[in-house]
């Protein structure tokens, strides 16, 4: 095992950040967790780890488990730049600079000695459930902490939407691993019987939370938007897709969100961003892959300074589309589960992809579709370039490529960025006066 | 038989290698009407269904490095690998026009997302992504697989024009059968006598399996066999090595060369898997479907696509080619990129050094043409092979 090793700090003291009520209370809920993450086996928890898209969070309250979601915990590590040195950590171990940083942050992290992101410690998971939804990696995740730290490891296979739909075959497939082998494990590893009932409850919390979700995305079609669609909508979907959904308290902070937004729509503002609010829209774009997150402020700060406001992104629909429909339904727990999963955007084909993002273009009246390119996620990124050249035939609408990565740093210029976003909002003004000239 | 023998279907095996035009391919269509050729790509796909529909299955495995890329440069950021670029590149240019279907089977997020852009940029074309389960229960797993191969019969009969029999599933199997097992002897015998069989050969032989139609790669694997024995080669004192990690992106055919000519005999790897993809003889009697889901399921290979589920198992496939070939060390060879391969890699690095074999690493791509770093690094690793062993 390789020797961490120390990273310089930034002395540079962060300018105060702008924050909502419903901002507050997520960062209440997410530092909770920690805490019960920390003191889960003192209590006589057991704790499960299980990944963002598809994943059973419903299901694992069923048996109390603590729960823990790798990919969220790299994110915020790495919005507390901690994850430069996780990464070097893994690779130092021999771990390939090639592949998903996300991976070897979770690596580094525990080679670090497993301090969660709010600095409690993160003890080892008692169950991996792997909902392998949309990204290959995530097999490879799981085999590597089970590798080196144990653990038993479920999978739940949910198969890719190749012919753009989901066959009744993939759907049957699903729930029957759920009921034959997922639920036996959980009930054998937690110690509780399986409950449907208490499925149920906690899925029509979930319908609940995922109405005033869908509330929140949607509000951005109103001029101007209410809300950012993906720097914001990050925080929007924290809690909806990670361990809170299915919980009163995920049903609580949606009707504190849709409340603050619905206000804010109704006086006619712009989003809060952590400077300020944006006071006057002048872009309105949609964005295609996740966001930065070692930088992500400043990257923020590179639209909010152009006013430019994103409607609708791709990456808030990671865990969960329910903004063209589905609901988790308590009346068939188990099938909706199943189609939960299937449905998760990284598990949708191309053509549906570039359909979805076409319909944001026309629903949400966006000026145009900026592409931002992950190094670690082929999931999202393999084939970007043609989703650019197909929305931009399709809709007339210009289309842009920027290039970072997740959570390690060595992959974000901002001086690329920046030039690249100023060119870009160059061409959307260069292209609105020519349409206005056609008019007149 | 003479060493002319060898050579000449060395030859024959190098321009079928070379001909990435597909004019054989386009004869066999030509040779009766009505014919129809479905490509596939690494890792898996059941050939057996494809050639019951009466069509040539071909295996897509890039542009190699004799295909400069241009066009699928443009699709791709310099992050992905290279076959998805070289394949898009021979699509574009009209190389692939010969194929009625593509086939794009679940090995990793790549390929997986190439199937989609492939039905985007070639409208009328078949297109399937094709899963196989992950779940390996005869109840979950494999009926989930005996209804895709259902459906992927059901497609690949409309595409032929007429139903695939349950008796012309079953002879295909046969042939494949007969297929895998000149496959598996093939691989004993290099194993055995790799001065015999060097993987510069072995490696075009099992390629034109890529192209040839399964009858007359049979013949083409035995005939090599035959005439390869029949042609005494002297026995160098090489390491014997197994190679692993190039089952999608393949490697230059100079880089095989390469890591022969620095010392080492290659006497197991993981190339072209479709060959060897079932270990053993897949039932001729029965629901051709259901025997062939049988196989997929519990006697098939091991590798970086496959769930592993059970942590102990990990790697012991591998360590067990090892020890059947009596391999001294692993050289993994993995494409840039490649997260399969390299996600793969320090799992499979543990347990060889759990059981002390020793191993090395590099990257390739399947264009790369500098080989003095490889050849220098697989000649270090033969040489520290011979000497621990001589110690």
Known sequence: ?????????????????????????????????????????????????????????????????????????????ALRKRTGKMIMDAERDGHSEDVCTYVKADLGMMLG?????????????????????????????????????GGEAIMLHVPYQGDGRIAPNMRDYVVKQIKDNVIPALERISGVKFDIDRLREYMRESQKA????????????????????????????????????????????????????????????????????????????????????????????????????????????????????????????LESLAEYCLGCYTNLNFPQRIDMICRYLEDYQADGLLINSIKSCNSFSAGQLLIMREVEKRTGKPA???????????????????????????????????QAATVH | MTTDAVAKIIERCQALYEDLDFEGVKRWKAAAPGRKAVGYMPLYVPREIIHAAGMLPVGILGGGDQLEVIQGDAYYQSYICRIPRSTIELGLTGKLDCLDGM??????????????????????????????????????????????????????????????SDAALRGSIALYNENRRAVRDLYAYRSREPWQAPTSEVYLVLRAGMLLPVEEHTRLVRDYLAATAAAPRPKRDNARVALTGAFCEQPPLALIKSIEMAGCYIVDDDFMLVLRWLLDDVPESGDPLHNLAQSFL???????????????????????????????????????????????????????????????????????GQMAPIREQAGTFADSIKLWSAA
Request: aromatic share 12%; net charge neutral; proline share 7%.
């Open chain 2, 298 to 368: 519990h006697r098939s290979v091991s590798t970086a696509s496959k769930f592993e589920a059970r942590r102990e198992d990990k790697g012991k496939y591998l360590v067990q080619q090892v020890r059947d070939t009596a391999a001294e060390g692993v050289i993994f060879a993995a494409p840039s990129f490649c997260d399969p391969a390299l996600l793969d890699r320090p799992m499979l690095l543990e347990v060889l050094a759990q059981h002390g074999i020793p191993c090395t690493a590099f990257k390739y791509a399947e264009n790369t």
């Open chain 1, 1 to 77: 095992m390789s020797t961490p090793i120390a990273m310089p700090v930034s002395k540079k003291p962060p300018a105060p950040v702008q924050k909502e009520d419903a901002m507050l209370l997520q960062k209440e809920m997410i530092n909770s967790n920690y805490h019960d993450l920390a003191v889960a086996h003192d209590v006589g928890r057991k704790i499960s780890a299980t990944f963002v898209p598809g994943n059973l969070n419903e299901l694992l309250m069923c048996f109390n488990f603590a729960r823990s979601l790798p990919e969220t915990n790299a994110l915020q590590n």
């Open chain 1, 210 to 333: 995922e109405e005033n979700l869908v509330r929140v995305l949607q509000s951005a079609k109103h001029r101007p938007s209410p809300i950012d669609g993906y720097f914001g909508a990050v925080y929007y979907i924290g809690p909806m897709f990670t361990a809170f959904r299915g919980s009163p308290e995920a049903t609580r902070y949606y009707d504190v969100l849709w409340s603050e937004v619905e206000a804010r729509m109704r006086d006619g503002k712009g989003p809060i961003t952590p400077e300020g609010e944006i006071t006057e829209e002048k872009f309105r774009l949609v964005v295609e892959g996740p966001p930065n997150w070692t930088n992500f402020r400043d990257f923020w700060k590179m639209f909010s300074d152009e006013g430019a406001v994103v409607v609708a992104s791709t990456y808030s629909k990671v865990g969960g589309i329910y903004d063209f429909g589905f609901r988790h339904d308590a009346d068939r727990p």
């Open chain 1, 113 to 149: 000695g497993n301090l969660g992101p709010t600095g409690e410690p993160l003890p080892k998971p008692d169950v991996l459930l792997l909902s392998y939804t949309g990204c290959f990696t995530f097999m490879k995740w799981f085999e590597l902490i089970r590798q080196k730290y």
């Open chain 2, 103 to 164: 086939l794009f089977p679940s090995i990793c997020d790549v390929i997986r997302n190439l199937s989609g852009m492939w039905q985007i940029m070639f409208q009328g074309k078949y297109v399937r992504y094709f899963d196989v389960p992950q779940n390996f229960d005869d109840a979950i797993g494999g009926e989930y697989y005996v209804r895709e191969l259902q459906v992927l019969r059901e497609d690949l009969a409309k595409l032929a024009g007429a139903d695939v």
């Open chain 1, 400 to 434: 842009a490529f920027i290039e970072s990565d997740l959570v390690d740093p060595r992959y974000f210029s901002a001086a690329n960025i920046r030039n690249r976003l100023e060119s870009y909002f160059q061409m959307i003004k260069q292209k609105r006066a020519a």
